[in-house]
């Protein structure tokens, strides 16, 4: 079946570094979505890709669609304490298809 | 406008209780999916509900059944509880026509089976 891989898994920054992390497919998704989760709450929505290629931001959140469609990544700029939490990248095929999800990249800022 | 609620928030039953979990969709919104997610792991899609019918499912066996009422509003029954159906069940809502309207969701129930 169809199955999202995340890397890193988990991640120790320093407070105002940059962060990087992407989502890998096995098979083509026609949107990809990425979602934070902070402890004891359902995951929130950050950013919705709808097109390969399409690079979209979301204050100092940035993701891409991968041109292959098996692909995305979200980078965070200068992160801060509150960027703490899980990113999960989510894939759908078409509009009414069921979101899959990553295992999720753990992040941790260090003040 | 309300967002998508869950009841309860915690829940504790044992191995062959039945368990039945509440979510409201947010206002607006006409579909309702549910999602299972172990600790440590990604949210694992249940099923879907849209119209009061169930509209996809994901592996799980007959034993997870839902319903959705009228108002939008759904349940997620489990019957025949065991020790692995421990997780966080998630409830998202999403409106109609939903191409570019993606799903929010609730702040889940935790489920813990002794």
């Known amino acids: 079946g169809q199955q999202l891989n995340q890397s890193p898994q988990s991640m120790f920054i320093q407070e105002g570094e940059d962060v990087s992390m992407n989502c890998t497919s096995s098979?083509?998704?026609?949107?990809w979505l990425w979602y934070k989760q902070d402890p004891g709450e359902g995951p929130v929505l950050l950013i919705a890709?709808?097109?390969?290629?399409e690079l979209t931001s979301n204050g100092r959140l940035t993701a891409q669609f991968g041109i292959t469609r098996k692909d995305s990544f979200l980078n965070i700029s200068a992160s801060i304490p509150s960027d703490v939490g899980i990113y999960f990248c989510?894939?759908?095929?078409?509009?009414?298809?069921?979101?899959?999800f990553g295992p999720g990249t753990s992040l941790s800022v260090i003040p | 406008e309300t967002g998508v609620t869950q009841s309860p928030t915690h829940l504790i039953k044992t191995r062959g209780q039945q368990v039945t979990l509440r979510c409201s969709s947010q206002?607006?919104?006409?579909?309702v999916s549910w999602y299972q997610q172990a600790l440590g792991q990604g949210p694992q899609f249940i099923f879907q509900?849209?119209?009061?019918?169930?509209?996809g499912r994901g592996n799980f066996p007959p034993r997870f059944s839902g319903l959705q009422f009228p108002n939008y509003s759904s349940e997620l029954n489990v019957n025949a509880l065991e020790l692995d159906d421990s997780a966080l069940y998630l409830c998202?809502?999403?409106?109609?026509?939903?191409?570019?309207?993606?799903?929010?969701f609730g702040p889940g129930t935790r489920l813990t089976v002794l």
């Open positions: 998202a809502s999403s409106p109609v026509g939903w191409q570019y309207n993606e799903q929010f």
């Open positions: 098979s083509i998704f026609n949107t």
């Open positions: 890709l709808y097109k390969a290629g």
């Open positions: 989510a894939g759908r095929t078409t509009s009414y298809d069921k979101v899959i």
């Open positions: 206002s607006g919104h006409n579909t």
């Open positions: 509900y849209y119209r009061e019918e169930e509209n």
